[in-house]
């Protein structure tokens, strides 16, 4: 299932993404100049607290940013060929629901209350596959049957409310799955959910990104997801991408101490742990980043140095890179 | 990007941030309104000593004098006179009292009220709340005018009776808002902390709760306050209001309506005082209400 | 769905049996009712032959059931000021309150519904500044006087349109528009919020990943769950029709109920008012009755959990 290759057959390449909010009296720079990428069917994790840019940047992918407020200032998304941001908004609307699908953190809002589960999963077949009529009514059926909805012709013309927390998640990643797209982007689709549903949830995306060859973006604060799910870990931290590497890699060495701080703070099976250990303080503001690397006020490790400069990207190999002084320094 | 640690200051911290936001922010209120505002309240306050004339003073050798830009007008009564010659300036300024003091009068005794049964609505929940929900939509849907119609026709026509019958419409909407606002608010940790130690109810309502459903109660009595000034000038103009010789500015529109095609500064000014004054109170509320509170869009 | 409309008819009836209890009791605690039900002026055999006709020599829940079974029959006594049978009067004045305020519905619906839309979808843009100024000045302005300026500009000074009275379709216009004017500005208000709210959901947010073009996301996901609120209120804007009735009515010397509503406090006519609140009361009843089935017409979550 893990491709040790992801060289080649790149289908999304962001360089120097920045997304700011523009507020009366400040700037908030959400998302502060992310560069990643994801091979065909590759999962990539996409993980940090609350707050650090995780979910702008996947609405950003989709050129879906709050407006008015939010703006993507600058950077380039490459999804093989073609650099989205230069895309104008008719051209766009094709990739979204066709190419690239989001599942969203909240089942219980996404989901519009006054159209059957039929009619919100038949939208994107008519809209994209131009199909209609018993056509559509059938691939939606399939897209149900795929995300394992008991008895799909019933629950066809039945309403969001009547569908459990679990069922409604799927039926949102039906309505994502249907035009077998490209890439899927799933906004910490399990957080909302009971701990068994979330398993029962993560096995289905996994067995379905297997078979039809989707790349997956998993944006979670949850490292246990991470290591369940995808191939490649991207740590990000005040809207930047603090670690990146391959998932193994970075369990067994994380340079970043904020990665070493998530890793402590999962409780992995089979390990066995005093007491689990919890992170310092609070992400920072985005209104007034402390100078130098943002993580500094709560780092155990600081170092004057660290207050003063960001880090430069230091290269642990492959496409891997950390931006800490700590493993700058150290070589 | 919620901030976590502001959802559970301490009622103490809460009035200190509160004074010291209100004092700062006030300098940032909207100009014009606030001018406005303060005018009125001046000529509520102090109306006698300001107004050229006493309001009910008749003298019928000036009557119908139009205002002091027309060729007929004369600086003696800057904005005409009405069919009496009562001076139109002088029955605004003195009017602005009446309009002004009884709005209050309805906001302490309504508001006040509507803020007690909010509170224990919204904090006690269950039965309690669902009878009271019940009553207070009752007395939502009814249509004020033709209440206080029926109302006047049983009680009689004075101040009194404008304030008892505006009362309980303004009860409710307090209580509506109030108790939604408990609601979010009973939930809040320093609220289980504090019923934890067993503090009793009311010292909970009192120091915990009422506190965090202030700001609120500012907004709705400001935007209320404007609100209930078109209903009492409604009711003057109807001739239900506050009864003459009082110069209500309703019921001065009504004294022009007879006089529109030769003296229609006798309508114009009273109603552009209610526009004026009501305006600025739904825009100052307005501001107010972006100011202590941006969540709460709806009131 | 019929158990549903079933309870809503049920409790339609409860509140119609409750407002025909308030009149009775009103109209028997105001004073002497056989003085409440004549004319001011009448002498004493008016006044007992009254007694007599309401029964107050009977018990008052015999009194009370003879006042229900003459509601049930439509008679609502006479106006002691001229006479005539007070469901005679209500029944020709009607129309004319009942048209004015279909017309002033829709100029407020055909006003608020775009303003508010737009001023949500193009926040802070001009169409959302007209859309707060207009709100504004509608919730500022008194109806009673914005209905005077219109007359002195366009009968008087103008000479376009009538002054008063009801009369060709023109004599609609002034009063009309006056009437719809302030339930417009609380409408675009309560439009905007409510879209604005919506505007910000998920599922919204979820159309637009679909690739639904904006005019889907906007007409298909979003207007359907904005309007839901807009129900909601639509008592609250009912009673404000009542009560802009009422006034605007008297401004326009309309031949209406709300008219008669005021007549009748000036020339103490209990009969009169009494009839216009049971109308007024029973109509108000039978729009919500209507609105809670719209209501569950549009949103489907209110028909299971009833």
């Not at chain 2, 640690?5 to 209100?22: G, H, L």
């Not at chain 2, 409710?172 to 939930?187: D, K, M, N, P």
């Not at chain 2, 700001?215 to 709705?220: F, Q, S």
């Amino acid at each position: 299932m893990l491709r040790e290759d992801t060289g080649n057959d790149l289908l999304l390449r962001v360089e120097g993404l920045k997304t700011y909010f523009f507020q009366r009296n400040a700037v908030l720079k959400a998302v502060d100049g992310v560069s990643f990428s994801v091979a065909q069917g590759e999962a990539v994790g996409l993980v940090g607290e609350s707050g650090s840019g995780k979910t702008m940047t996947c609405l950003s992918l989709m050129r879906l940013v709050p407006q008015p407020g939010a703006r993507i200032v600058e950077g380039e998304i490459w999804f093989k060929g073609d650099n989205l941001l230069d895309l104008t908004e008719h051209e766009m609307r094709a990739y979204r629901g066709h190419r690239m699908a989001i599942v969203m953190q909240d089942p219980q809002t996404s989901l519009n209350p006054v159209y059957t589960v039929g009619e919100q999963v038949a939208e994107p077949v008519r809209l994209h596959l131009k199909e209609r009529g018993q056509q559509a009514i059938a691939r939606v059926l399939d897209s149900l049957r795929a995300v394992r909805i008991p008895r799909p012709e019933l629950r066809l013309g039945q309403y969001p409310h009547q569908f459990s927390g679990g069922m409604r998640q799927r039926v949102v990643a039906a309505m994502g799955l249907t035009t077998q797209p490209e890439l899927l982007i799933a906004d910490e689709p399990t957080t909302s959910l009971d701990v068994t549903i979330q398993a029962q949830f993560l096995r289905l995306i996994r067995d379905l990104q297997q078979d039809s060859g989707t790349s997956v973006i998993w944006v979670t604060h949850d490292l246990g997801i991470v290591a369940q799910m995808c191939d490649r870990v991207n740590v990000m931290y005040a809207g930047r991408i603090v670690e990146s590497g391959r998932v193994r890699q970075i369990y067994k060495e994380p340079q970043h101490p904020y990665t070493r701080a998530l890793l402590d703070s999962v409780p992995l099976m089979g390990a066995r742990r005093e007491k689990l250990y919890q992170i310092e303080g609070q992400p920072p503001d985005l209104r007034s980043i402390p100078q130098g690397c943002p993580f500094w006020p709560r780092c155990p490790e600081a170092m004057d140095k660290c207050k003063e400069q960001y880090p430069p990207r230091t290269s642990l190999g492959g496409e891997d890179f950390v931006h800490c002084w700590l493993t700058e320094e150290g070589r | 990007m919620a901030n976590t640690s502001m959802q559970i200051a301490s009622p103490t911290a809460v009035w200190a941030v509160r004074a010291r936001s209100v004092l700062g922010g006030l300098r940032r209120a909207p100009k014009i309104p606030s001018l406005v505002l303060l005018v009125f309240m001046i000529f509520a306050a102090f109306g006698q000593w300001i107004a050229p004339y006493s309001p009910v003073a008749v003298d019928m050798a000036a009557s119908f004098s139009p205002p002091v830009w027309h060729e007929e007008g004369s600086a003696d009564h800057l904005l005409g006179t009405d069919k009496l010659g009562r001076d139109i300036l002088s029955r605004l300024i003195i009017g602005a009292r009446v309009s002004l003091s009884l709005s209050l009068f309805v906001i302490g005794l309504g508001g006040g009220v509507g803020v007690v049964l909010g509170l224990i609505s919204g904090y006690s929940g269950g039965k309690v709340d669902a009878v009271m929900q019940r009553g207070i939509e009752v007395i939502l849907a009814m249509p004020t005018i033709l209440v206080a119609l029926v109302f006047v026709f049983a009680v009689g026509r004075s101040f009194e009776s404008v304030i008892l019958i505006l009362s309980p419409f303004l009860a409710a909407r307090f209580a509506r808002i109030v108790r939604g606002e408990t609601l979010s608010v009973r939930e809040r940790d320093f609220v289980a902390i504090a019923k934890v130690i067993g503090t009793p109810t009311w010292m909970i309502l009192l120091k915990h709760i009422l506190p965090n459903v202030f700001n609120t109660v500012i907004v709705l009595a400001t935007l209320e306050v404007g609100h209930l000034i078109l209903l009492e000038s409604s009711l003057s103009f109807l001739g239900v209001g506050v009864p003459p010789p009082q110069p209500a500015w309703g019921l001065m529109v009504a004294d022009g309506r007879e006089f529109l095609t030769s003296a229609y500064w006798i309508t114009l000014f009273p109603g552009l005082c209610i526009l004026a004054a009501v305006l600025s109170l739904n825009l100052f509320g307005d501001w107010l209400r972006d100011t202590l509170d941006p969540r709460r869009r709806q009131l | 769905m019929v158990k549903y409309i079933g309870f809503r008819l049920f409790q339609a009836l409860l509140g119609l049996w409750f407002i025909a209890t308030l009149v009775f009791i009103l109209s028997r605690s105001i004073g002497d009712p056989a003085e409440v039900f004549t004319a001011r002026n009448s002498g004493v055999d008016a006044r007992e032959i009254m007694a007599a006709k309401l029964g107050l020599d009977r018990p008052v829940h015999e009194q009370y059931l003879k006042f229900l079974g003459q509601l049930v029959r439509l008679d609502l006594g006479d106006s002691v000021s001229n006479g005539i049978p007070v469901t005679q009067i209500l029944v020709e004045r009607m129309p004319a309150t009942f048209t004015l305020g279909l017309i002033a519905l829709i100029f407020a619906l055909v006003f608020s519904l775009p303003l508010g839309i737009l001023g949500a979808v193009y926040r802070d843009t001009p169409v959302d500044w007209v859309a707060k100024v207009l709100a504004f000045l509608g919730q500022s302005m008194p109806p009673f006087w914005l209905g005077i300026m219109l007359i002195i500009l366009f009968a008087v000074v103008w000479g376009l349109l009538p002054p008063a009275g009801k009369g060709e379709w023109h004599s609609y216009i002034l009063p009309g528009f006056t009437l719809g004017w302030g339930v417009m500005a609380g409408m675009v208000r309560l439009v905007r919020s409510s879209m604005l709210d919506v505007l910000d959901s998920d599922y919204v947010a979820m159309a637009r990943a679909k690739g639904l073009p904006e005019v889907v996301v906007i007409g298909k996901h979003a207007l359907r769950n904005a309007l839901l609120p807009v129900l909601t209120y639509s008592s609250l804007v009912l009673g404000a029709f009542m009560n802009g009735s009422v006034v605007v009515e008297q401004v326009f010397a309309w031949p209406g109920i709300g008219t008669s509503a005021v007549q009748s406090v000036v020339r103490r006519d209990f009969p009169v008012i009494q009839g216009v609140v049971i109308v007024f009361g029973s109509f108000f009843i039978l729009i919500n009755l209507f609105v809670d089935i719209m209501y569950a017409v549009i949103d489907p979550r209110i028909k299971y959990t009833q």
